[in-house]
């Protein structure tokens, strides 16, 4: 293990640093770094569900108000330029389970159908290798709670969970009190498996509508001169930042939390102007989640484990959603499959690999607004972005590109496509290579619309 390898004078480092974080704010969480780490780290994998990337104190928002996260950041790591795989629930979700990018799913399953293989959607992911069947061959065992649209929790390999049915389309419903009600079935959960390495998809449909925090995390934003949409969107992001602050107490008082690897992240983006009155319900914002824009895909990647991950590091590299399927594979100690898409992140975290990744490259189906297209009416062709350095590229299939400074202009409102035109027909390229690269034809059929 990284501790291990480490001179006593390095360590000695790290603790330093470690009691500075302390000094700063409140004093850090215990931590892997506290004892020796077990040689397979448990894992939460901690999913906020539609959470705009600027809307956490750790990403410099100088209004929402998230202790709990702010504190796992100074402990651990984040990658501030990390995006989710899709700027949709579902499609996003079914990246962290499997490590394909959405359209490396949708395919799959035109292949699948091809050859006559016939199922209904909740039963689609039989036909994928995910993370909590492969962790298992580790010894793990798992839990699902919350959000989950594939069916049920036996359907992806998990051991336990809340999602018994549902028709894979739009029934979610029996993870929704995760979080928002209780954590208990996680509770239970440890309790049947003591002394067993785990791993948990904690997925609260947090701070997803509806807003409806209640006074305690309200009054916080009342007297600020916000508008009523964005004070009942922050409160809930500091409601889910209190179930995260539940979810790291409830493991230190059981002893686990000492040995456990948390990476946090957000399924998809949301758009909420601070004065801004609410826009599309579920959506928001003409910039928000099922479009290309950065506020759609953009999630800050935090993991946490101190002996394992360094503490204090910010990196500004270009990272996936699907490189945490072979990053956390990696921790588990387990072989990832050949031929998957993401690239694991802890050869970059301990310093024994560059990342060679200059650019990155996302696409989806199920868009909404775009070049020339209302905000809320939905698209039929499949989109593309190019993020290198501070350019962001977006391109639809059908027509239509967008070219963006995203360091002068972070809202993404001023167009220089036409201004660039040789640097747009470059980034063009990159997403023709992506497409060969995962192996998605440019004809190939774009998946049933997915629910928000």
Request: proline fraction near 8%; include cysteine; hydrophobic fraction near 40%.
């Amino acid at each position: 293990m990284i501790a291990r390898m480490l001179s006593r004078g390095a360590r000695r480092s790290l603790a330093r640093r470690g009691l500075l974080a302390a000094a700063l704010l409140v004093a850090p969480l215990p931590g892997c770094g506290s004892r020796p780490p077990a040689p397979a780290p448990n894992i939460v994998l901690v999913i906020a569900d539609d959470l705009g990337y600027p809307d956490t104190g750790f990403m410099g928002s100088a209004i929402v108000q998230t202790p709990n996260l702010d504190r796992l950041a100074r402990e651990g790591a984040v990658f501030r330029n990390a995006y989710a795989a899709a700027s949709l629930c579902r499609p996003s979700l079914r990246a962290l389970l499997t490590g394909l990018h959405p359209l490396q799913w949708t395919e799959r399953i035109r292949q699948l159908e091809a050859q006559g293989v016939r199922r209904p959607p909740a039963e689609w992911i039989q036909g994928f290798t995910t993370l909590p069947t492969l962790l298992r061959e580790r010894g793990y065992v798992s839990f699902q709670g919350g959000k989950f649209w594939e069916g049920s929790y036996a359907l992806a390999g998990f051991d336990a969970g809340m999602q018994l049915h549902g028709d894979g389309v739009n029934d979610s419903r029996e993870g929704t009190p995760f979080g928002r009600e209780t954590l208990a079935p996680l509770w239970s959960f440890l309790d049947a498996h003591p002394g067993r390495p785990f791993f948990v998809w904690f997925a609260p449909m947090l701070p997803h509508v509806p807003h409806d925090a209640g006074e305690e995390y309200v009054k916080r934003y009342r007297d600020l001169g916000l508008g009523d949409a964005a004070i009942a969107y922050y409160a809930n992001v500091t409601r889910f930042d209190a179930v995260v602050g539940e979810l790291t107490a409830e493991l230190d008082r059981r002893g686990l939390l000492a040995g456990t690897l948390l990476v946090e992240l957000a399924d998809n983006g949301w758009d909420q102007a601070p004065h801004a009155p609410a826009g599309t319900a579920n959506l928001d914002g003409p910039r928000g989640k099922r479009t290309l824009y950065d506020l759609g895909f953009r999630t800050p990647i935090l993991l946490r484990c101190p002996g394992l991950v360094p503490a204090g590091v910010v990196r500004d590299d270009f990272v996936s959603a699907v490189d945490l399927f072979p990053t956390l594979l990696d921790y588990a100690g387990v072989a990832a499959p050949p031929g998957l898409p993401g690239t694991s992140l802890r050869p970059l975290l301990e310093g024994r690999a560059r990342w060679e990744r200059k650019s990155l490259v996302e696409g989806m189906t199920d868009l909404r607004g775009g070049a020339g297209v209302a905000p809320t009416q939905p698209r039929k062709d499949t989109g593309f972005f190019v993020r290198r350095g501070r350019w962001h590229y977006l391109w639809y299939e059908g027509d239509g590109e967008e070219l963006y400074d995203v360091v002068a202009d972070p809202r993404e409102e001023r167009d220089v496509s036409r201004e660039r035109t040789h640097l747009a027909r470059k980034l063009r390229r990159e997403i023709r290579t992506f497409r060969e690269r995962i192996d998605v034809p440019a004809d190939a059929k774009t998946a049933p619309r997915a629910p928000r």
